[in-house]
């Protein structure tokens, strides 16, 4: 925290508002308030949060300079790291799927590389690096992830989870 204090009394940026739109669903008030706190206690004097209803929260940040920050989940029910990194921040999104409006050459070059290449160690590199790029970059700032926890009987057999959290017991049997 003494770092970002530097930062904003250093760059006087202490009286430069900023507005957050969140969506006053789930866990997000929560967030947006934790973020508030820590912009607040970090120097900046005015943080206001606009709370919307879902529907309305995703047609506003679709919207260029509406809001200085959002905050936003994503669950990736394929499991594939390239599932997350184009469809929210690749340029091809903007006003689609990339809220956020980040456009950066080599950071697309590395998701686009995931996508075509067949050698899953070339792959892998390259999500690794787009993801590294972005976060480096304050594209993003990841905040949480939530783990899905469930519990089953020993004598349950084929129980099995998605990436997404969800199992489905049209496979289970008993020992």
Known sequence: MVKAQEIIATNKLEDKPIHILASNSSFYPAIAEFVQAS???AGFKTVEIEMLEWGAFLSETKLENRMDLFMLGWSNLTGDGSEL??????????GGGDRSYY???????YVEESQTTLDIAARLKALDMSNK???EDNGVYPIMHSSNVFAFANDLE???MDPGGN????????K
């Open 39 to 41: 912009l607040i206690e």
């Open 167 to 174: 199992f489905y017991i049209k496979n289970v049997t008993r």
């Open 85 to 94: 990194v184009y469809p929210n921040w690749h340029s091809d999104n903007i």
């Open 133 to 135: 790029t972005i976060i």
């Open 158 to 160: 084929n129980v099995t």
């Open 103 to 109: 456009q950066n050459p080599e950071f697309e070059a």
